[in-house]
């Protein structure tokens, strides 16, 4: 669900860019990237697989749903921005 | 030094695209990712912050040059593919 993935990822989009575009050079472009890496990355954050001090965090409340709604909504978006 | 990096990305296009568009649905899209990201991730996998049976034994043998070379090789390529 795009637009419920849209409304989850306000708070994401501080550090990577309302159109999916990071904002900070250290931090990724989302904006058509593969579904199912996103869901899985972000995923992975959640789960502790992969330890950030930002992304632990923002990841850590997400249920299955809302991380595939997410996934979904930066997807979507045009690759280039 | 983006020649050198694509000449260093010939193993990488099997799963990442020749054009860094991932053949894989669940494996990145690379084109045109923030080169800072990409340098980060790619030495994350070489240096065990992030372990992944494909990717780890890819990094463990490129030094921090072939790193930066890659990651600015993939960061030039057009992000739609």
Redesign the interface.
Known sequence: DIDAGKAKAAVCAACHGANGI?VI?????L???????LE?SIKAYRDGE??NPIMSPMASGLSDADIANIAAFYASL????
Not at 25 to 29: K, T
Not at 31 to 37: D, L, N, P
């Open positions: 990071s050079p250290d931090y990724p472009n904006a058509g990237q593969k579904v199912r890496y899985a992969r330890k045009p690759a280039g921005g």
